[in-house]
């Protein structure tokens, strides 16, 4: 069964600290692997989006990273800001599988000041 | 901008009563999707349409039926609603396999 499993389920930071949130994803075959960014009561919004073939990306202060072998990726984000509190959701896209997504729980993540 | 919009934020209804929830995009998307949102179970498709008229279930289709008359606008419809349909509802729109855009939601509490 394919499935995306995020950790932790929630982090609290303190605002200027790094953190790093986890997914692990058993979809096969892979297409690609979107990190969203949640804020409450809104729909979620793409922050980044990898392929097999790539094993890293950024987008600002959010990095990206994807080990197609374990089947991992994380999100870092550095220099954390008050506005980076959200959920953020790891989705993997099964290959020829048409729009079929497999959506990861999400981590909650709260930055205080 | 794409712009997805959904006709509520916020919906209160009653056991057994018909229940319509709308969704229109602005960027000629052919794909629509309804997912529902609850904690701990990350988001689940309930029904998605690749063009007008055409329709097929996601994962939770039980419980809902979902109409595409024209391009831009997808109704999510509960017949009857019920109590373990409170949840938060989000539609999304996408062209071929790109990105899926989110509607800001719909947060629906049935009674």
């Known amino acids: 069964k394919n499935q995306v499993e995020q950790s932790p389920q929630s982090l609290i930071i303190l605002e200027g600290k790094n953190c790093t949130l986890q997914c692990n994803y058993t979809v096969s075959p892979f297409s690609n692997l979107r990190w969203y960014k949640q804020d409450t009561g809104r729909g979620p919004v793409s922050l980044t989006i990898m392929t097999f073939s790539e094993n890293t990306k950024s987008n600002g202060r959010y990095t990206a990273t994807l080990d197609a072998d374990t089947k991992q990726s994380s999100l870092h984000i550095t220099a954390s800001q008050l506005s980076d509190s959200a959920s953020y959701i790891c989705?993997?896209?099964?290959?020829?599988?048409?729009?079929?997504?497999?959506f990861g729980g999400g981590t909650r993540l709260m930055v205080k000041p | 901008d794409v712009k997805v919009t959904q006709s509520s934020r916020y919906l209160v209804k009653r056991t057994g009563e018909k229940v319509f929830l709308e969704c229109v995009q602005d960027?000629?998307?052919?794909?629509m999707f309804w997912y529902r949102q609850d904690p701990g179970l990350g988001l689940r498709l309930i029904y998605f349409?690749?063009?007008?008229?055409?329709?097929e279930k996601g994962d939770i289709p039980e419980g809902y039926s979902v109409s595409r008359e024209k391009k831009e606008r997808f109704s999510l419809i509960l017949e009857s609603a019920s109590t373990n349909q409170t949840s938060m509802y989000l539609c999304a729109s996408s062209s071929g396999y790109d990105e899926q855009y989110f509607g800001p939601g719909t947060r629906l509490t049935v009674t």
């Open positions: 989705v993997v896209r099964v290959e020829n599988a048409g729009n079929m997504l497999t």
């Open positions: 960027m000629d998307h052919e794909n």
């Open positions: 349409s690749y063009d007008v008229k055409m329709k």
